[in-house]
Structures are given as C-alpha cells and as structure tokens.
C-alpha cells in the first residue's frame, strides 16, 4: 500500500511543478516562506469555506493542532483518503485536531457537489487561485500539512501519517 503511494506521490510531484512555479509568490507579490515539517512557522491566510465565510488559519493555532489537506475533486488517492480523514475529524482526535480541507483551484459548485456526494465532514475551503498551496510549496496533491498545537509545522507529506496521534 504504501509504495503505490508513494509511486503517486513521485506522479504528482512531476506533474504538479507548475503549482509552485519559479517563486512562492502570493498576494500583492511578496514572497512566502515555505515552511517544512519541524522547520518553522506556518503560512498563516484566510479562505473562503463553501458558503462564502471567511476562514483565517490563524484562529486555530495555539488551541489545537491542525492538519491542512490539499486536495482536488479529481484526484483518486485523495478520494480514497476521505473515510480515513473523517474519522480523524470526527474520532477520538476531534478535540485535539482540526482538519482543513483546502481544495485547489476548483469552483464552489465542482467542490460543493464534491464534498455532498462523498460525504465530507471536514470544513472545506477554497484556494481558489492556488496562493495558499504555492505559499505551502505543494507540488502535488495530496499533501498533508500537520501544524503542531504550538504553531509549528511538523509533518508534511503527500499520505497521511500512520499515527498522527504521535504528532499531537
């Protein structure tokens, strides 16, 4: 199982290149730091979820841990990671963990109709012009973006951790 992933993982490296382009470019034209796993802090930013409200990441560090996942309607592998994602948003986690679903480059009604039939419990928002996923250094997705209770990235990859709970 895993090195189907990580055969999809070095698929969607390749493939996903031009996500990140030649620079981390973000609103306004200023660079981002890219952050990485157990490496600094966060790119903090403010999305829309599916009914139009703002959603800043801000407001959940320091309380709890949050793992951002970016994600598209399209891909398989982050099809397939739905059910596992849900139970750690809904789970004996839930308390200690906010999951973020950030989806990449997609229409709200694509997404919408995407999170309703596969039946998604996770807050959604949309990047809408890829800024939050270039500030990331996603290339890829899935890519999975644990950011500790105390702010701090500490896990990045494109499959889930096998025990997250150590992370926490």
């Given amino acids: 199982m895993r090195y189907r992933y990580a055969i999809a993982a070095l698929l969607f490296l390749l493939c996903g290149a031009t996500l990140a382009g030649p620079g981390r470019l973000v609103a306004g034209g200023a660079i981002a730091e890219t952050p990485d796993a157990g490496n600094g802090r966060p790119a ?6 599916l009914d139009g409200r703002p959603v800043t990441l801000g407001r959940f560090l320091g309380k709890e841990a949050v793992l951002l996942v970016f994600w598209a309607t399209w891909c398989a592998e ?3 990671a739905i059910p596992e994602i849900n139970a750690l ?5 839930a308390g200690k963990l906010q999951v973020l679903g ?3 480059r ?3 009604e694509t997404v919408a109709r995407a999170v ?8 959604v928002l949309l990047d809408l012009r890829g800024e ?3 500030a990331y250094g996603v290339a890829g997705v899935p890519t999975y973006v644990l950011i500790g209770k105390d ?6 990859e494109h499959v889930l951790p096998d025990d997250i709970a150590r992370y926490l």
């Fill in 106 to 108: 997609e229409s709200r």
């Fill in 89 to 93: 948003s809904t789970g004996p986690l």
């Fill in 151 to 156: 702010g701090n990235v500490v896990y990045r």
């Fill in 102 to 104: 950030l989806d990449f």
């Fill in 78 to 80: 982050c099809k397939a």
């Fill in 116 to 123: 309703k039939s596969r039946g998604i419990r996770y807050p």
């Fill in 132 to 134: 939050v996923a270039r």
């Fill in 44 to 49: 903090d930013f403010t999305l829309p979820d």
